[in-house]
């Protein structure tokens, strides 16, 4: 199910190989397979988590490294946008502060003069935070994605191999009748 569905989103494969082929860029990182996709979702995710400007030049530079779709990573880099970055930067700011066993900052205001002010105290439980995130969760996401595939891929095998049974036994039973 999972890689039917990313099957069916390649099929302008023509203006992509054309791309690939100018620019003398690895296949993997337009690739639609299980290494590929799931490496993609992880490392899109990891960088995702973490506060910091351009995530997609992190990914990009990521690249070579592990060999990975590139655009399904950028897209997983975009779950951290301005509409998400608040709740999902206050959430490691708590998880941090939960992993350090500490109280944390009570009045939090949404201003750039009380970020500057209060950074010394925000800083360390925010990235034990968002360390947690980065590694934690997307290599949660990459492993469940991963056997997600695989069972998906036996699931088909299963599937073809029950069709071409029952054609058989058709066959069969459509040959004999004859007799």
Do not use: C
């Amino acid at each position: 199910m999972i890689r039917k569905f990313f099957k069916k989103k390649s099929s302008s494969k023509s203006k992509i190989d054309a791309f690939l082929e100018k620019y003398k860029l690895p296949t993997s990182y337009f690739g639609i397979n299980r290494r590929s996709v799931t490496r993609g979702v992880g490392i899109g995710l990891f960088w995702a988590f973490i506060p910091m400007p351009m995530q997609m030049l992190a990914v990009i530079a990521t690249t070579p490294l592990f060999r990975f779709n590139v655009p399904i990573a950028i897209t997983m880099v975009w779950l951290s946008n301005p509409f998400t970055m608040p709740p999902m930067y206050y959430m490691e700011y708590l998880t941090g502060n939960f992993i350090l066993g500490q109280e944390g900052i009570q009045n939090i205001e949404l201003s750039l003069e009380w970020f500057k002010t209060n950074l010394s105290d925000i800083f360390i439980p925010l990235y034990v935070g968002t360390a947690f995130y980065s590694i934690v969760v997307s290599g949660a996401v990459y492993l469940l994605l991963n056997r997600l595939w695989v069972h998906s891929v036996k699931n088909e095998k299963e599937e073809r191999e029950m069709h071409r049974r029952q054609r058989e036994a058709n066959r069969h039973k459509h040959h004999k009748g004859k007799n």
